[in-house]
């Protein structure tokens, strides 16, 4: 203890104090508590943060539990008998989801308490630079000040401001995963990642949605052709797509009767329950920011430069809540430049190739420029197309859904961006990523010998679509 502040409270001080345990924050805090420095990490309620809890983990582990079921109905064509109607029971479908995400948090206790951090269960606030009050659970509060300080607090999922949404009961992105029922009608609004992904998996578990989309594009950051054959895989699904579907109201009869959204060009959806996916807001007003000397930006995240420095000395911010590319794989990236910067390192977030993959199914893969970014910043573009079917590995699976797409600087060769949508895009992205961080031109990946039959073996034929000489 050093000395006391004005809570009357010991000020406890320490190198790092980290508030908010998410991905950046917690992997900052053991690395540094193991390097030797003294650490606090608050975490309010969520041991390990979002993504595991709430986010990807569990979403994931569904989304598997959602392509298993296709395969098994799909089994026939790949010559295997199934008796029965393969099906999914509630109750299986928690149990399965809640042993995957208990057993990482149970792998996170046991690396906090071996990185020697001290990681404390409570709700951190700002009452001064680079010091706050922390209050735990039963009610005693500590004041710690850190050397240096992190704020990794996140998002949560934002409610539009709907007349008669507050009082319909309705799921949000994390209520849904309690599953406490799997509806036989259910309402999405919201045509972004998080809709789209929960549309198509309760769309397969068996649940007749309708998804509401305001703009007349799902994934309004994709391409058009790109964001259409998404839509068309959600419509096969048997998921009812309305785009240009903005809802203006809400209302659900009393006694938790069927919920019913008004649309502003008339007429109304109903179903047994509603899930709102309209994007994530930034977790700052408890936090006492003020105190702290840590402005926000106009839509309230905290304004950080490319060195994630917030404007306060020695006080930094990562993850969503610093405006970082809401993924948990930036936030990782994120802590590794707060690494090199909180030991006098110079790291940028400037520049950095974020992919991401949209966990329907199939899934969308995505990395760098789309083809319309490409145009608009002004390259001259070659763009690949190629359907997923013409894939001997996806033939071999019956996987023949998808297209891929890849953008290609006309005078340069280089690769811009990918669109790959269909099976296991997710992991044949990184192919791509690997080629554009090593600055190949698109012939070296195109001549590159692959294995087959592999999905990867794709883009030997996507950049061979392009029809240039031989490198
Ligand atoms: C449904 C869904 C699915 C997703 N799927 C994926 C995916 O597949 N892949 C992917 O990369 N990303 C996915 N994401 C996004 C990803 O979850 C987030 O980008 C990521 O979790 C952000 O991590 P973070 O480091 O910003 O902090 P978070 O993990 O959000 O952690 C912040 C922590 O701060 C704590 N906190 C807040 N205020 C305080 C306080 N005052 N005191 C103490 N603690 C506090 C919170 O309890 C929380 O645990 C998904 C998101 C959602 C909603």
Known sequence: MSDVGSTGLDVEDVDLLVVGGGKAGKSLAMDRARAGWSVVMVERDKVGGTCI???????KSLV???????????????????????????????HHKESVVDGMVSSHESMFIASAMDFVLGTAGFIAPRTVEITTGDGRSRVVRGREVVINTGTVPAMPNLPGLADADVWTSETILQLESLPETMIVVGGGYVGCEFASMFAVFGTQVTLL?????????????????VADILTDQGVDVRLGARATGVHREPGHGEVAVTLDLGGEVGAQELLVATGRAPVTAELGLDAAGVRLTESGFVD????????????????????????????????RILRENVTGGDAVTTGRLVPYTVFITPELARVGLTETEARAQGHGV??????????????????????WKVVV???????LGAALLGHDAGEVIAAVQMAMLGGLRYQKVRDAVITHPTMGEGLNLLFDTLGEART
Request: with cysteine; net charge negative; glycine share 6%.
């Open 53 to 59: 809890n709430v986010a990807c983990i569990p979403t």
């Open 64 to 94: 598997g539990s959602a392509r298993t079921l296709l395969s098994a109905r799909h089994a026939a064509r790949m010559g295997v008998a199934i008796d029965g109607d393969p099906s999914v029971s509630l109750e299986a479908l928690r």
């Open 213 to 229: 989309q305001a703009g007349d594009q799902l994934l309004p950051r994709e391409d058009p052709d790109i964001s259409d054959a």
């Open 304 to 335: 950080v430069d490319d060195h994630l420095r917030t404007g306060a000395e020695h006080t930094w911010a990562a993850g969503d809540v610093a405006g970082s590319p809401q993924f948990t794989h930036a936030s990782w990236n994120d802590f």
């Open 382 to 403: 070659k763009v690949a197309n190629l359907p997923a079917a013409s894939i001997p590995r996806a033939k071999t699976l019956h996987e023949t859904v998808g297209m």
């Open 409 to 415: 600087d006309a005078e340069t060769d280089q690769i």
